[in-house]
């Protein structure tokens, strides 16, 4: 089991709940609903009561039919069972409609609750769990949820049928019925020894569940990586162990459940012969009249029925269970990134101040350790350093994306946890090294960063971007449709929507996170054109790796290793021949012999060089 169950970790906001918790935590999704729910509770007795009227109904004819058949008797039970079959058609049918409606309303508020919390995590979250175990839970666990409505009214139903015949019995035989009453708690306690070990199958099986959706999902995005290196059968070869491990679980889950159907089976057949022995012989000796034994016989099904039940449905109540567990967890889980208050500085000037801040990923694995730096309003400085430096982390506390563990970061001279977390990200624009297209045409992109912008907005903000020509590039201007991560729109292009959008969305603080390093020369001239107009009088990060978007700005801060190294004007820090202009000469300088070769090469025959 060790073997089957390996790589099936707990999310760390995982939570184990008891049965009343879960119970409190699904009644209070039902209390909105409470006049429907109402309404189920009074359809179901009538329901229940024109099912179980119907065999007391035979009973009775038939004591009457042995005694004298007339016509009208005839007529009369015919009649009676004919309404009592309508009736109970038309009380299942709107129980079945008043618990869809129900059962929906709730599913639908528990996905926006799972939704709600996975999108006020910061980014931490995501970093430690797969895309396809978040979407699991807020998809297929929260409509497994809705298993436990169903199971709890069928078994209200059935309850209910039992509490009127076990009523008609005792006024008829006394003896008897507290005979058919006997087996029901061997039959509970039977049921109910499953429960435990139930719930660990199931929460296993819907583990190995989502960690096979993530597997998929990863799988599929990175199809392009996958086909490059060739590894699409590993990737397959993958899926089967981890597919035929799930086998595995799955059948030891439904082995588990299916034995209490043997044995609820046994007690069932031990109380039938039983009970057959003792009416029968009451039955020879006058005791007991035919309709009478007929109907303990229905009894014994009415009775046995639920027990039956709940084996029958408990593997979905069981599922149920295991899914509100896992979704409440989600819905339960407390977001890294602390706000403590609302504050809103105004006017808002974007100065921003790093005192003595310690901040890490991981345990023992620090990033920043006792970092300041202050970064002066509508000041633009360049943060350099070789991969790994801290650059992105900084920009990424800056946009309270991540919770630093110690010190402190002050915007406009406010402690950034009690600031308005969305009026605060309001007023900051970030393009990043790829960044993000939505499904929908450039336009709705472009809108993204001011929703309910106008057309003329967005054009007006995307013709700021680069004198607008690289949107009669696009196939459809401004209505190009972009498919899944803007696949078919260059990365380039996509840069230059993103510029546009952050020009429409008019931050603060703009934080340019190595946005021209996978791009052409002759894209990256029309980015800087567009970073100059996003950038002017705001205070700007940038996050540098070419040469172009350093040698202007106002302060170079050079890091290593989470510390400040150095820090000045792009000819200061060369005159001092440290580790700025080590960085320059190694690699700035490579990447501009480069870009004046490339320009070169492109330029017509007789032309004269562009000075750059």
Known sequence: MAFILDGLETETYDRVYSDRQLFRRILAYMKPHARKVAAIVVVLALNSLATSFAPILISRSLNQFLTAVTPLAAMFFTGGILVLGVGAWLFNYL????????????????????????????????????????????????????YIITLVTDLASEAVILVFFFVWLILVNPPLTLLLVSFAPVAVLVALSFRRIARTVTRHAKRFTAKINSQIQESISGIHVAKTFRQEGALYKTFLVNNRQGYQVGLRRGIVLSTIFPLMGTISGAGIAVLVAVSGSQLQSAGLTPGDWYLFMQAVGFFFFPLMSIASFWSQFQDGLSAAERVFSLVDSVPRVKQTGRAVPDPFEGRIEFRNLSFRYKENEPVLEDFSLVVRARETIALVGHTGAGKSSIASLIARFYEYQGGALQVDGVDARALDLEAYRSRIGLVSQDPFLFSGTVRDNIRYGRPGSGDDAIREAAFHIGRGEWVADLADGLDTVVTQRGANISMGQRQLIALARVFLKDPRVFILDEATSSVDPFTEELIQEGLDTVMRDRTVIVIAHRLSTVRHVDRIVAIDHG?????????????????????????FRHQSLEYVECCRDEEEPGAAPESR
């Open 95 to 146: 129980l079945q409609r008043l618990e869809t409606t129900v059962i929906g309303n709730m599913v639908l508020r528990l996905q926006e609750d799972a939704l709600r919390s996975v999108l006020a995590h910061d980014l931490s979250f995501f970093d430690e769990h797969p895309t396809g175990k978040i979407v699991s839970r807020v998809t297929s666990d929260t409509q497994d949820f809705s």
């Open 563 to 587: 510390k400040i190294i150095e820090e000045g004007s792009h000819d200061e820090l060369l005159s001092r021949g440290g580790y700025y202009a080590e960085l320059y000469n190694a690699y």
